[in-house]
Each structure stands twice: as C-alpha cells, then as structure tokens.
C-alpha cells in the first residue's frame, strides 16, 4: 500500500500571501490529521478531518483552515502568512478518528520570507 | 495542562551499546502511547504503540517500551543500537481522539 503523500515537497512564500498544502491519505483511511513542526514549539495539532468534517481543532488562528474531499484527501490552506509560519507541516492518516494509530506523510517545508 | 516529557534532548552512545529513552506523561486515565522516529527532513515513522494489555511492546527494528502506570512512563529501549539508529525520536500521547500530543523530542548520536 502506498503511504501517505503530500504535496508540494518544499514551498517558499512572502509575508502576506497565502498557501495550499494537500495531503493524500493512505488507502482506505478516512481520518487525515495536520501537525506543525517548528524548531521552537516543536510539533503542535493543528486540526482533523474525518468523512470531511472537521472533528478536532488545535490552537491556531483562523489563519489556519483545512477541508476534506469525499475521497479523503485533504488541503490545509494558510492566509496571510507570517514569517513565523515557516515550518514543516505533516499530515497523518488513519482509519478512524477518535484514538487510533496515524501515519505520518514525509511533509512540506513551508518557507516566509 | 497536558504533557508529555522527554527530559533528554540529546543523546550519544556508541554503536552495539544499549538504549533507553525516556518519556513521562501526566494524565490520568489510561493513556494510549506512541513512539515516532524522525530521520533529517523526513516525515514520522511509527516505531510501537500501547494501547492496552501487555504493559512490554514490541516494535519494529528491533525496539521495545514498558508502560509503567506507576510512573506514568513509557521508555523505549533497544538492547543494541545500530549507525541507522541516529535519528529524532518523539513520544506521543493519545487520548480519546486522534489529537496526538508530543514531547519535545530526543536527538540520538551513535558514535562508531
């Protein structure tokens, strides 16, 4: 089975544009999580989607936005990004939500300039 | 608030010496635990996971955790480390959803 894929690999945006991050699920796994990964507040929850509803928030603003397809893939979008946005954003599926295991993509590299 | 520590933010031993990496959580109910494994630049690789009954996992390349409800710790261990080894590892809290809670991280160096 092929794992779960995320595009674009790397990205570099300015202050003040916005960005779309997709993650593709692995096969069969409707539950598609975000985290972000920053070397000073390390990885953090961002949010979860499941039979494209959100089901869980982290602590985010509303900069911070996602959705998911009927075929469970998902993008999480970012407006009006900041230069403390550049992180490495990585998406986790699994088969179910509430407490299962995730399987982490290898990521996005997203850079503000 | 919730947590989960990882009180060793690096560590170095030498290749074919054993390991144990600790992690600590504070909550209360039952817990369902997770042990991540990042290389440079690279997504997170699932190594073993408790969700009940046997408190020893095992998990894959050869690592291992005890769950100890009286410490409220999960360490993962390896009795002989290997170059490959050399990575990022992350301890990870599950509750009731999937919103995965994570220490801080403990950066391993095997020294040849």
């Known amino acids: 089975k092929a794992g779960v894929t995320q595009t674009p690999r790397y990205l570099i945006k300015t202050r003040g544009q916005q960005v779309t991050l997709s993650c593709s699920p692995i096969s069969g796994h409707r539950s598609v999580s975000w985290y972000q990964q920053t070397p000073g507040q390390g990885l953090q929850f961002l949010f979860e989607?499941?039979?494209?509803?959100?089901?869980n928030k982290g602590n985010f603003p509303g900069r911070f936005s996602g959705r998911q397809f009927s075929n469970s893939r998902s993008e999480m979008n970012v407006s009006t990004l900041e230069l403390g946005d550049s992180a490495l954003y990585l998406c986790a599926s699994s088969l179910t939500t509430g407490t299962d295991t995730q399987y982490f993509g290898p990521g996005t590299r997203l850079t503000v300039l | 608030a919730q947590s989960v520590t990882q009180p060793d933010i690096h560590i170095t031993v030498s290749e074919g010496a054993s390991l144990e990496l600790r992690c600590n959580y504070s909550y209360g109910a039952t817990p369902y635990l997770f042990w991540y494994v990042q290389s440079p630049g690279q997504g997170l690789q699932l190594l073993l996971k408790y969700f009940s009954g046997d408190t020893l996992v095992q998990g894959i390349k050869g690592f291992e955790a005890e769950f100890k409800r009286s410490q409220s710790s999960f360490n993962l261990r390896k009795p002989s480390v290997h170059w490959s080894d050399a990575a990022e590892y992350f301890c990870?809290?599950?509750?009731?959803?999937?919103?995965?809670?994570f220490g801080t991280g403990t950066l391993l160096a095997v020294q040849p």
């Open positions: 989607y499941f039979s494209e509803t959100q089901r």
């Open positions: 990870a809290y599950g509750g009731a959803t999937n919103k995965l809670i």
